[in-house]
């Protein structure tokens, strides 16, 4: 089945949100919810035929005062190409699981929630034939006509969930989706700052997020040589000759990303972490090292000859389903079935998958690119930027993000860098959890026990840090 070309319009961001200037005039929105108002969904014309699905939830615990307002979390999913609505809804922090069961840990209980992707139609929404923007991304710099897209999106949000008025706005993201909230920030905050965006920035949290592709690929396959702790030869999972081999693979990457060949240094890095890795180190989870991929759901679902790009495009987007283990359902079935049903203003024609690949491969040549000037400019502007690390994780490891974390030209990372960490417990039993340093507007959470996915692995110390930071 041809993902690229069957995804229904939930595609998890395509906005590499760039940092171009704002639509005029007020965009073409259609809005419907449930009776009592606890969800509101619908979708944004950013432009003719191109549009941006969103659902919001009203947090039942929702209490707000002039001096306290009730915080709202927006949440981009990664992949690129992922969608947000499935997966980081019903599978990470929505209010039900994929079983359509409550969710003891959903994020709902800190702040409302708004889950975003994009589709385009021919005609009007609910037309009859699907165009998926990203299957061939016109010349220039598309960055420009994506930070537009999600401006008016957001402005659009405003007038449609009044809430947003007075709640502060916090974009959290997870893995590629950092990219999308580093950007995204950026564009909001200078929007806020010209008085062209009636909104206020609560912060950015940036989950296992891919900031900086050379320093994970250097730190986390190169560290045999750059640090003290390796990470595969530590956990055995490499040898040195393999080592040696990740080695000059890793110094390719980075050649490649320092002429700019940010394409071939994607080729590459697919090659490193797609085939090298995985047949040299027993099948190793690039999402958590104490595991083995599963390959057989791979071999399953992936066509024969598929790129290095397709593969690790669907191995992002079937780690989770790998977990539903419990109940009959499948995010898919869901998705394509009950919740399509419900939301009743998605195409009859449109079928739900985890991700499109030609979105994946339309931002190929962004996949190298860094986002640590668009972090440290947030810093400048005063927003709260949260960076948060499963332990477990290789492919966005943490020795990555301290490392990119370190490269900041921010005035305060020479204090940052210099206090102890704190050490933070959750459940009945006192057990360290996690640990954080914070100064100022800068904080960073190292999780234990969790890989890529930090709420599925850690949900009781991922809700608990998100209380911290929507407060």
């Known amino acids: 089945m041809d993902r690229s070309f069957s995804l ?37 014309e950013v432009r003719p035929k191109a549009h941006l699905f969103w659902w919001y939830y009203k947090s039942p615990q929702r209490t707000s005062t002039p001096t306290k307002p009730w915080p709202t979390v927006l949440w981009l999913q990664g992949g690129p190409g992922a969608s947000g609505v499935g997966l980081g809804n019903f599978q990470e922090i929505g209010p039900l699981d994929v079983n359509l069961q409550p969710r003891n840990s959903t994020w709902l209980q800190k702040a409302d929630l708004i889950f975003v992707c994009r589709y385009s139609v021919t005609g009007q929404p609910g037309g009859r034939r699907v165009q998926l923007r990203g299957e061939q991304q016109p010349a220039g710099d598309d960055r420009l006509e994506q930070a537009a897209d999600m401006t008016t999106v957001l402005k659009a949000l405003v007038k449609e969930v009044p809430m947003l008025q007075s709640s502060p706005l916090l974009l959290v993201a997870e893995s590629y989706g950092g990219k999308y909230a580093a950007t995204l920030g950026v564009s909001v905050a200078r929007a806020v700052r010209a008085g062209k965006l009636n909104i206020t920035l609560g912060g950015v949290a940036l989950g296992d997020s891919f900031i900086s592709p050379e320093d994970f690929t250097l730190n986390a396959f190169r560290m045999v040589r750059l640090s003290y702790t390796p990470l595969f030869l530590s956990v055995s999972r490499l040898d040195d000759n393999a080592a040696d081999e990740a080695n000059k693979m890793a110094e390719t990457v980075k050649e490649q990303i320092a002429v700019g060949n940010f394409s071939d240094a994607a080729d590459s890095w ?5 085939y090298f890795i995985p047949s040299r180190s027993g099948v190793v989870d690039m999402y958590n090292f104490l595991l083995d991929d599963g390959m057989d759901l791979l071999s399953a679902d992936t066509p024969a000859g598929s790129s290095p790009n397709n593969v690790q495009a669907l191995r992002y987007s079937t780690y989770l389903g790998s977990r539903d283990s419990n109940g009959s359902n499948t995010i898919g079935g869901i998705m394509n079935g009950v919740i399509k049903e419900k939301l009743k203003i998605i195409p009859k024609d449109l079928k739900w998958h985890e991700l499109n690949h030609a979105v994946y491969n339309a931002l190929d040549n962004d996949m190298m690119k860094p986002r640590i000037d668009e972090v440290d400019e947030l810093l400048s502007y005063g927003v709260n930027v949260t960076v948060y690390n499963g332990q477990l994780d290789i492919i966005c490891s943490t020795i990555g993000a301290e490392t990119w974390v ?46 890529h996915f930090v709420p599925v692995d850690q949900p009781c110390i991922a809700l608990s840090m998100i209380g911290n930071i929507t407060q």
């Not at 998890?12 to 809005?31: D, F, K, M, P, Q």
């Open 406 to 451: 370190q490269k900041l030209k921010w005035d305060g990372l020479k204090t940052f860098l210099s206090l102890p960490r704190q050490s933070l417990y959750c459940g009945p039993r006192k057990e360290t959890k996690a640990f954080v340093r914070s100064y100022k507007n800068l904080h960073f959470y190292w999780i234990l026990g969790a890989g």
């Open 270 to 274: 697919n090659d490193l972490v797609v």
């Open 8 to 44: 229904l319009a939930l595609l998890s961001l395509l906005v590499g949100i760039g940092l171009g200037s704002l639509h005029s005039g007020s965009a073409a929105t259609t809005t419907t919810g449930t009776p009592d108002g606890s969800e509101l969904w619908g979708y944004v």
